[in-house]
């Protein structure tokens, strides 16, 4: 079988993958995207973890969940009364799985509008080839591929607790969390991160007993404490049980469930027994089958691939990028290092800032920040000033009806220069996009002060926060 020659191959088509394979092909390059996700009927699905079983298809039932609570517990603040309320896991889920879709029907359209050769099926190195990579696609596509450049994406998958794999059916990853067929009574919930936090939110809000179990003792240790503080205390309120310094010592399956047996922050032995089980304890890159070893592909001890700063590997013209190497597994820093590596093999100078890499977790409130927190700015011996606005006392959130949580600016003390914000509140994904703005073009919070911000919305509250780092709130 003679090879197809490319220029650039992707090895992956996530959010790191497809984006660069779209990037190179926009700079003139002959570009192949190799990735292996099917669909339900065995066909393909690019768009990797994050449109089939993560970002896109977490936010259509946070979404859902979102409005099945504001029906519940805030239409009848509105004066809007409803007769019986009633939710169709299937049709959500349903749903949710159209979205999914159409993120994947989406990208295949722009491969085919960008020019990108897609091959469905599990790519992996063959061998050193003239001068480039010969590249072996397996499944669906039988070919044998061959680049100088080669860019590998392929992304993560979730950690399981040792001694209990997932099932997807009573031990769920995420995969599994995103397609529970009816609501649990008692759902339990191991790691407090992200995905606990989201996934607990959407089956809490349909009626799911939720209790999270945390290995650390501190909650969202990664956030500002004022803004975890905060959550910690929201959630609470909302009914989400976070138990926190917790032990796990045994995870069993029941005729009807899960039992979880753990050590509590007192050490006290307790048992935790759910119909459901969530396991989101983090996530390991995805390196095996790729025959990293055959090529000598450099891999560290967790299994991801080594790069430098610019998502070089140790051999050349293979770059990596996204969740298989270090950094925060985020899509959005997934896609900027598959651009910025597809302008790098053009001869360009492809760059990502890590500093203003903007976290989102799209709970209720949702919570938001870049930068660095006050605690990080303390413990680097930073002289910095603080100004902090509440929700609660702008008029948007008081007429949207969601006043909880506050921005929270940080800024030098001596040049103004803004160095984190953090948000939690109502569209906080939205409202963090001008803070990574402001401090890519490095401004002070002086600058965000002087902007005029339309009234009413909430992004007048980022901008009484900037005001509140010089003590001179004027609505608060
Ligand atoms: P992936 O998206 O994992 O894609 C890798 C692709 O490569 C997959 O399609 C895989 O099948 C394929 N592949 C692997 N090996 C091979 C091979 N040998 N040959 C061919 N194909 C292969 N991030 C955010 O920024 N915002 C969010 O709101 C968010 N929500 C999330 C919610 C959940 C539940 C989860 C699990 C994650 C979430 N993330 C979110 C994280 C985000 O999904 C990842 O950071 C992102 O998908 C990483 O992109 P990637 O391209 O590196 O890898
Ligand atoms: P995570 O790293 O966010 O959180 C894992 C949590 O599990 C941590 O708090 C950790 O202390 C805890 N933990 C680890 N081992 C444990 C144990 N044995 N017992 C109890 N607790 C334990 O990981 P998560 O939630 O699995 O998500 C993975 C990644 O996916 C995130 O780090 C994030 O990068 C990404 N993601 C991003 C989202 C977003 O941007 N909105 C949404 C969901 C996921």
């Given amino acids: 079988?003679?090879?197809?020659?490319?220029?650039?191959?992707?090895?992956?088509?996530?959010?790191?993958?497809?984006?660069?394979?779209?990037?190179?092909a926009q700079l003139g390059f002959n570009t192949a995207c190799i990735d292996e996700w099917k669909n339900a009927a065995g066909g393909p699905a690019p768009g990797g973890t994050c449109t089939n079983v993560g970002c896109i298809p977490s936010k259509a039932l946070l979404q859902s969940s979102e409005h099945f609570d504001h029906a519940a517990h805030h239409f009848g603040d509105h004066g809007i009364s409803l007769a019986e309320l009633k939710i169709d896991v299937a049709k959500m889920v349903g749903r949710k799985d159209a979205v999914v879709k159409q993120n994947n029907d989406g990208i295949l359209y722009l491969f085919k509008k960008n020019k990108v050769s897609f091959f469905h099926g599990r790519g992996s190195f063959v061998a050193?080839?003239?001068?480039?990579?010969?590249?072996?696609?397996?499944?669906?596509?039988?070919?044998?591929?061959?680049?100088?450049?080669?860019?590998?994406?392929?992304?993560?998958?979730?950690?399981?607790?040792?001694?209990?794999?997932?099932?997807?059916?009573?031990?769920?990853?995420?995969?599994?969390?995103?397609?529970?067929?009816s609501v649990p009574k008692k759902l339990g919930v191991i790691g407090s991160g992200v995905i606990?936090?989201?996934?607990?939110s959407v089956w809490r809000r349909l009626g799911a007993q939720v209790t999270i179990l945390e290995a650390m003792p501190a909650f969202l240790g990664a956030a500002d404490e004022a803004v975890a503080k905060e959550a910690a205390k929201v959630f609470k309120k909302q009914g989400l049980d976070i138990q926190l310094g917790v032990k796990i010592s045994g995870v069993e399956k029941t005729a009807d469930g899960v039992t979880v047996k753990y050590a509590d922050a007192k050490g006290a032995e307790q048992v935790l027994a759910c119909d459901r089980l969530i396991?989101?304890?983090?996530?390991?890159?995805?390196?095996?089958?790729?025959?990293?070893e055959g090529v000598g592909l450099k891999l560290d001890e967790r299994g991801a691939i080594v790069v430098d700063a610019e998502c070089r590997t140790n051999l050349p013209g293979v770059w990596a990028v996204g969740d298989v190497v270090r950094g925060p597994m985020l899509a959005h820093k997934a896609e900027e290092e598959g651009v910025a590596v597809a302008e790098r093999i053009a001869g360009q100078h492809g760059h990502v800032n890590f500093d203003t890499i903007p976290w989102v977790i799209y709970t209720s409130p949702e919570i938001a920040?870049?930068?660095?927190?006050?605690?990080?700015?303390?413990?680097?011996?930073?002289?910095?000033?603080?100004?902090?606005?509440?929700?609660?006392?702008?008029?948007?959130?008081?007429?949207?009806?969601?006043?909880?949580?506050?921005?929270?600016?940080?800024?030098?003390a001596k040049t103004?220069?803004?160095?984190?914000?953090?948000?939690?509140?109502?569209?906080?994904?939205?409202?963090i996009a001008e803070a990574v703005v402001a401090m890519e073009f490095k401004a002070s919070s002086e600058d965000i002060a002087r902007i005029c911000h339309a009234h009413p919305s909430l992004s007048e509250a980022t901008k009484e926060a900037a005001l509140a780092v010089d003590k001179r709130t004027l609505n608060f």
């Fill in 416 to 431: 103004d220069e803004i160095l984190g914000v953090h948000i939690i509140g109502p569209f906080a994904s939205e409202l």
């Fill in 279 to 292: 396991v989101s304890i983090g996530r390991v890159p995805n390196t095996t089958g790729l025959n990293a």
């Fill in 369 to 412: 920040w870049v930068g660095k927190t006050e605690q990080q700015l303390k413990a680097e011996g930073r002289a910095y000033k603080a100004g902090q606005f509440p929700f609660l006392a702008n008029g948007r959130a008081r007429a949207l009806g969601d006043t909880t949580g506050f921005v929270k600016r940080l800024a030098d």
């Fill in 196 to 200: 606990g936090l989201e996934m607990g």
């Fill in 128 to 181: 050193a080839k003239d001068g480039g990579y010969e590249i072996a696609v397996a499944g669906a596509a039988n070919e044998t591929l061959v680049a100088k450049q080669v860019i590998v994406a392929t992304g993560s998958s979730a950690r399981a607790l040792p001694g209990a794999p997932f099932d997807e059916e009573h031990i769920l990853s995420n995969d599994g969390a995103l397609r529970i067929p």
């Fill in 1 to 24: 079988m003679s090879s197809k020659q490319f220029d650039v191959v992707v090895i992956g088509g996530g959010p790191g993958g497809y984006i660069a394979a779209i990037r190179a």
